[in-house]
């Protein structure tokens, strides 16, 4: 069983920066991926980031390609998203996530096994 734990959502200016945290309980495997995903109001869950457990691989939405970061501490068993030049486009819930497997891509379409309950993100202009 996975559970997932997400923080650090808030409200800060366009152009600003925040870090969100996404505390794992459980275990992950060789192609197993954490990653961030987001749901604007009135618009479809969509994918920001993935990370790979074992060995690190990333993939970003070309939306978010430059101003985020995507990482992960295994000992503490936390993924992060730096978040920086942030516009109000980029205002949403963010969730994080598990993949129980990377090489099927299915992040791509917000396919994912494991879902934490999101941490809300507004970006005033």
């Known amino acids: 069983q996975v559970q997932l734990v997400e923080s650090g959502g808030g409200s800060v200016q366009a152009g600003g920066s925040l870090i969100l945290s996404c505390a794992l309980s459980?275990?992950?495997?060789?192609?197993?991926?954490m990653g961030w995903f987001r749901q604007a109001p009135g618009k479809e869950r969509e994918f920001v980031a993935v990370i790979r457990w074992m060995g690190g691989a990333i993939d970003y939405a070309d939306s978010v390609k430059g101003r985020f970061t995507i990482s992960r501490d295994s000992a503490k068993n936390t993924v992060y998203l730096q978040m920086n030049s942030l516009k109000p486009e980029d205002t949403a819930v963010y969730y994080c996530a598990v993949d129980r497997d990377i090489t099927t891509m299915r992040y791509r379409y917000s396919r994912m096994d494991y879902w934490g309950k999101g941490t809300l993100v507004t970006v005033s202009s």
């Open positions: 459980g275990l992950l495997f060789n192609n197993d991926a």
